[in-house]
């Protein structure tokens, strides 16, 4: 791609425009022509040229009208017709967690291969005192509501404690010796049943198995940051991922938690900020994943904006895990599982006591972010924010964002745009998976009805776009490429070098591809809404900051399963150029 520095021009442009200029009586720092302008503005969805001044767009046209705005101090740029987008917004990541986790590493392809491992790696390291070891897998050990047992691990290692979690980060697996270290035991209570929970048997016995909030309620307690190794590894890695985020185009990103460890990743990007190396707008959050956290949740993040805000990194939004997974029965269901009759599940707050945290962030003005993955913490989720509602005069203040949404009841659908909320998907999940434990779970017909994004979208409802990437390692860049994201909501389908057969095929319901129009939206225009930035952000509009994107190839005219490969050849960010050249 070659794009064009025309100073040359300058000079002619007053010339033959003479008395024309006068009525523009702004002069542009720089301006852009002869692009093909996506804005993501309804009102102009196409324009070719922009003018720019102090880092915000002073007028979004054709070029001719744009060149009314130079005089010889202006610089001009001749884009030759490549395509430029907003600057993208990922509504839903973890930037921050990456390199957090310090894990033993484990493999093998059977259990007994994966058990052998276990044991090697613990005769190999025995001064770790307390072992984290990751990862295995959710499929060998899962079947419905029966998990792995300890008395496995014990006959491996009676005397020392293991912390082995799960290939899906949602469920860990604790020997008897690491069930005493954190303090669990028989009298313990799960934090909340049905989804934050220590299994047990049919006569009440820890099994070791430990989903979602009861274990992660123990990651910064007993593996903290503190060595410093650990620390330099996971500074180096959470800016690897920063600056991956912000070449790739994306100049606003929501934290979606980190675990525990805010008191970790803040005081970094915080740094990061004030040495000018933040290269996004950073908003961060704090984390609810058990109920006794919501008591925490509103003066923590009050204290999080005194110690570690800035510009770029602010603090508005809450995040509560409202369920689990599918994969380990943690998710809130309608319906029981088909794999598991007698059990439908949980949600971690019921309707009342959301609603009533509702009404407390209304009256502090903080926006809320919730994982839902079933159709009951969907309709929860719902029936909370219409019952704040009824109790609020005037405007509701908090704006909604619920995530993920593997399943939706349909009656609930139209409720969703009707309440005014946020449905924030990731995208590169709606592939198709092969021999799928969730498949099992849910059975055919649900499973063939999951993450309805268009449907969503052309009912108006606010539809925004996410990498939720947190572990970093070889796929890091594949995982937070939004132009990977859009080359899977488009398609449905994965990258062929992925397929599990000679066609994987389209995933279920086939007609709920989303277009190229509705992924760039959902990335612009909608991720600057719920991060509630749309007075500045999300469109190339007048007024707004100057954020955009020129791409080396153009989107809607690359072979659909070649969008992933599309790359940035420029990034602004409020008029300055951050990531190569135009």
Not at 474 to 491: A, S
Not at 502 to 523: H, K, N, V
């Amino acid at each position: 791609m070659k794009i064009t520095k025309n100073y040359w021009l300058i000079g002619f442009i007053i010339s033959v425009l003479g008395s024309c200029t006068s009525e523009y009586n702004v002069t542009a720092d720089l301006i852009i022509t002869n692009g093909k302008i996506f804005t993501s503005n309804e009102n102009q969805p196409w324009a070719e040229a922009v003018a720019i001044k102090d880092g915000k767009f002073i007028y979004v046209g054709d070029s001719t009208n744009a060149l009314r705005f130079a005089s010889d101090s202006t610089t001009v740029y001749n884009l030759q017709e490549n395509l430029i987008i907003p600057g993208l917004t990922d509504g839903h990541s973890h930037p921050g967690y990456v390199g957090v986790e310090n894990f033993g590493e484990v493999e093998g392809e059977t259990k007994e291969e994966l058990l052998a491992s276990v044991k090697s790696y613990m005769d190999n390291h025995p001064d770790e005192e307390f072992p984290r070891l990751c990862c295995w897998p959710t499929d060998m050990y899962v079947d419905g509501n029966q998990g792995p047992q300890k008395e496995i691990l014990d006959a491996i290692v009676p005397d020392r404690p293991i912390w082995f979690e799960s290939s899906s980060a949602h469920d860990f697996w604790l020997n008897s010796k690491a069930l005493e270290k954190v303090g669990v035991n028989r009298d313990t209570p799960d934090p909340r049943p049905g989804v934050a929970i220590y299994a047990r048997d049919e006569n009440g016995e820890l099994t070791g198995w430990i989903k979602e909030g009861a274990g992660v309620q123990h990651f910064a307690v007993q593996f903290g940051v503190g060595k410093e190794v650990h620390k330099k590894t996971h500074e180096a890695r959470v800016i690897e991922t920063l600056n991956i985020l912000s070449e790739y185009g994306i100049t606003t990103l929501f934290d979606a938690g980190n675990k525990g460890y805010g008191d970790t990743v803040f005081p970094l990007i915080s740094r990061l900020e004030k040495e000018g190396k933040l290269p996004v707008r950073y908003e961060g959050t704090y984390q609810v994943f058990t109920p006794d956290r919501l008591r925490t949740a509103i003066p923590e993040i009050k204290r999080y904006r005194e110690e570690y805000g800035g510009k770029l990194l602010q603090f508005n939004t809450i995040k509560i895990f409202m369920d689990g997974i599918n994969e380990n029965h943690s998710v809130g269901l309608l319906e029981p599982y088909d794999n598991d009759p007698n059990y439908v599940g949980n949600t971690l707050l019921t309707s009342d006591q959301l609603r009533d945290f509702l009404l407390e962030l209304h009256k502090e003005k903080i926006d809320l972010h919730a994982h839902t993955i079933g159709d009951l913490t969907v309709r929860t989720v719902l029936d909370a924010v219409e019952k704040a509602k009824a109790l609020v005069e005037g405007e509701f203040y908090p704006r909604v964002t619920i995530a993920h949404l593997e399943l939706i009841n349909e009656a609930d659908i139209p409720r969703i745009q009707e309440l005014g909320i946020t449905c924030n998907f990731t995208p590169w999940w709606l592939g198709v998976n092969h021999s799928d434990v969730v498949e099992e779970s849910l059975g055919e017909e649900r499973y063939s009805n999951m993450y309805k994004a268009k449907t969503l979208f052309e009912l108006g409802t606010n539809v925004s776009f996410s990498s939720d990437e947190w572990w970093g390692g070889d796929m890091l860049r594949t995982y937070i490429n939004p132009y990977m994201g859009m080359q899977v909501g488009h398609t449905r389908q994965y990258p062929s070098d992925w397929w599990e057969t000679e066609d994987d095929g389209i995933r279920a319901p086939t007609d709920e591809r989303l277009t190229l129009e509705q992924m760039l939206t959902g990335y612009t225009k909608n991720g600057a809404y719920q991060l509630r930035k749309e007075k500045n952000l999300g469109t190339i509009e007048v007024g707004k900051l100057a954020d955009l994107v020129v791409l080396d190839k153009n989107l809607f005219e690359v072979d659909k399963y070649e969008i992933m490969n599309v790359a940035p050849s420029a990034v602004m960010m409020e008029g300055r150029i951050i990531h190569g050249s135009f």
